[in-house]
């Protein structure tokens, strides 16, 4: 089992395109065209992986996770972005963000997909920190001798 | 006690002990004296690490019994360690109370991991408590009177305790309340050799990556490894010995564990595992102002979230606060976060991060620490050249040998001028009468003035009833002859001298029954900073 993709944009063109770019990554691939319906097809389906627009009309990406997590959803989620870090990006992180996905380069979209719907699929998204350790930079101190 | 003192230092006093009679004798000090709402709690417990739950409130100080508890003085000293670094106890006065003054001559480094005060178990503590609240509040009890030997001009040298945070082949780091030591050829005396010589070379100023409490640091050349060579193998092997061989591959690591909920003490695996390191450990987010980073200094930062607390906006606050400093790049673990590592890293804009849904417990946090140190050692061989001594034996303390002018001498306090800057509330020893420790603390009345010197008032503790005498007799001497020194006093030292009484002085008499039944004088004394020299608390 691969598990089950929702992809949530207002964007007709990403809706149509993604679920061809992802097909080989997920069993089934629902689409929605605001958060408001994403948490239909969530309450409806059941989804493994979430990957949302940030700024929609309805219903928004922080307002999606939101009320996701309130009604008791721990799907990973994924959320398109511009390059940098702004307000909308703190406030869904406040509700556990799987990765942020920069527009329009859809750069590592396919690793963090994959990955995201292999946590999405356990029970437990605790990561196995010390694996994690190894890409952690580690400075030289200055000699003191 | 000002205002502003209060809101510091908090009205409450801890006692970790099973001594009901002393937390009664406590509570009816407190009761007495008790006109800034002061209460005491007892905490029947020798797991002094997870009783910090109970420390709801910030407290003034706290008595760890260490007789009524049989406390094995290893885990006590990582113990205030751990608790000095920690932001919920600052300003808190640490006090212990010994079974005898051979345990605590046996344990001086407690001083300078951060323990305050000390006391030798009695029957009665009325001293300890009108100390205690001196150095905690500032207030002075004028009672009793003691006869006071005054306008003394002795000159002698007292000690300082300085803790070594590691040596090398020729060169020590020593963790100094003695502030200006840089420049200065000096000698210090260890457990292993009396009077090594050695020459301060650099000075941060302040204590920045230290280990222990102190004010300043300095690094110094030493010819420890030369004298051993000199003298003999055996010596050098005798002295290699008392390196602790666990941990000198380990030196300098800072680790800041920033949690919001104590999960990490509140986990029963959770003990101090290790000597070598300086954990800084914050309860309050809002207590690391701006400047923490750069003094503090933390390698490894381990962050406890939950929303409301530390939001992932603080923590991004936080974090650009690191991102400023030049040349600083900490390993950064959130735990107990729904975040993802790349989502962290990339709303954080900072690399060097990982996050995780588990909970901030040792036995996640431990391993990452070890990992780091594998690391690090690997990358950075000059750590492996720096030996240090196990903490908790006194062999990792030097003393300097400060030259002073006693001024005023009694068997509760003693003034002094000195050349040297020492910071309120200094631990400092004496060697005569009989081996002594003084706390620096706020002159109760002036004191005067002389060029190029400073004028210190500082009481003695830790006494039996014997030393207590010495000091006595000792003072009653100089009463008679103000002009001898104390080394005259040694050739002479006399029969026995009965207490003088000075005209309106009373006797001595300690027995808190006597302190119910006389009017008090409470007067607040000079603030800590009558010296402009900083605080130790």
């Known amino acids: 089992m691969k598990g089950n993709l929702l992809i949530v944009d207002d964007e007709e063109f990403l809706r149509s395109q993604l679920p061809e770019l992802l097909e080989d990554l997920a069993d089934k691939i629902f689409t929605a065209e605001n958060g408001k319906e994403g948490l239909q097809i969530l309450a409806r389906e059941e989804i493994h992986c979430v990957v949302s627009d940030l700024k929609m009309p309805v219903m928004g990406g922080n307002e999606f996770i939101k009320e996701a997590r309130a009604q008791g959803f721990n799907t990973p989620f994924i959320f398109f972005t511009g390059y940098g870090s702004d307000e909308t990006m703190l406030e869904v992180s406040e509700y556990g963000t799987h990765d942020f996905i920069a527009k329009p380069g859809l750069e590592n979209l396919f690793e963090s997909v994959s990955s995201a719907l292999e946590s999405g699929k356990q029970n437990d998204l605790g990561q196995t920190l010390l694996g994690q350790t190894d890409e952690i930079e580690i400075m030289k101190k200055s000699e003191d001798d | ?169 020729n060169k020590i780091l020593i963790e100094s309340d003695q502030i200006g030591l840089l420049g200065k050829f000096d000698t210090i005396v260890h457990p292993e050799d009396e009077d090594v010589e050695i020459q301060m070379i650099k000075d941060s100023g302040k204590n920045t990556c230290a280990y222990f409490p102190l004010t300043t640091q300095v690094i110094a050349r030493h010819q420890f490894f030369e004298n051993k060579e000199k003298n003999s193998t055996t010596l050098r092997k005798r002295f290699e010995e008392l390196i602790d061989l666990d941990v000198i591959q380990n030196t300098e690591t800072n680790i800041l564990i920033l949690d919001t909920m104590a999960t990490f003490l509140a986990d029963k695996e959770f003990e101090l595992k290790y000597n070598h390191l300086n954990f800084h450990y914050v309860i309050k987010p809002e207590n690391i102002n701006s400047n923490f980073f750069k003094e503090a200094n933390p390698e490894c930062i381990f962050i406890s979230t939950n929303t409301g607390n530390l939001s992932i906006k603080n923590l991004k606050k936080l974090i650009d606060r690191v991102k400023k400093i030049e040349e600083y790049k900490p390993v950064i673990c959130i735990f107990n976060t729904l975040t993802n590592t790349e989502a962290l890293r990339k709303v954080l804009e900072y690399r060097n991060i990982i996050g995780t849904k588990e909970m901030l417990i040792p036995s996640l946090v431990y391993p990452l620490i070890d990992s780091y140190f594998s690391k690090i050692n690997f990358k950075d061989k000059t750590r492996s050249n720096k030996l240090m001594f196990n903490p908790a034996t006194n062999n990792s303390l030097v003393k300097f040998k400060p030259e002073v002018i006693v001024t005023s001498l009694s068997e509760h306090s003693m003034t002094f001028y000195s050349q040297s800057v020492f910071p309120c509330y200094s631990i400092l020893e004496l060697d005569y009468p009989c081996n002594l420790i003084l706390i620096i603390v706020p002159p109760w009345n002036e004191l005067t003035t002389k060029a190029h010197h400073r004028h210190y008032m500082g009481i003695f503790h830790g006494l039996n009833f014997e030393e207590k005498s010495k000091l006595r007799v000792l003072g009653n001497q100089l009463i008679q002859n103000p002009t001898m020194g104390f080394e005259k006093i040694i050739e002479e030292e006399p029969v026995v001298v009965e207490t003088v009484k000075k005209e309106g002085s009373k006797n001595p008499v300690e027995k808190i029954e006597d302190f119910d039944s006389k009017e008090i004088e409470i007067f607040e004394v000079k603030r800590k900073d009558a010296y402009d020299t900083g605080s130790k608390l």
């Open chain 2, 1 to 169: 006690m000002t205002q502003n003192n209060e809101l510091e230092r908090g009205n409450f006093f801890y006692y970790f002990g099973k001594d009901n009679e002393f937390f009664r004798q406590l509570e009816k000090f407190l009761d007495r004296v008790d006109k800034h709402s002061v209460s005491a709690r007892m905490l029947d417990s020798s797991d002094f690490y997870r009783s910090w739950k109970f420390f709801d409130q910030k407290i003034s100080c706290i008595f760890f019994d260490l007789y009524s508890l049989s406390q094995d003085l290893e885990k006590f000293s990582k113990t205030i360690r751990f608790y000095k670094n920690s932001d919920i106890f600052k300003g808190t006065v640490f006090i212990g109370i010994f079974n005898s003054v051979e345990q605590l001559q046996d344990n001086l480094y407690l001083f300078s991991h951060g323990l305050n005060y000390s006391f030798i178990k009695k029957d009665y503590y009325y001293d300890l408590f009108r100390d205690s609240f001196l150095i905690t509040f500032e207030t002075f009890l004028n009672f009793p009177m003691y006869a006071k030997a005054k306008d003394l001009n002795v000159e002698y040298h007292l000690r300082s305790l300085n803790p070594i945070g590691w040596f090398s082949k």
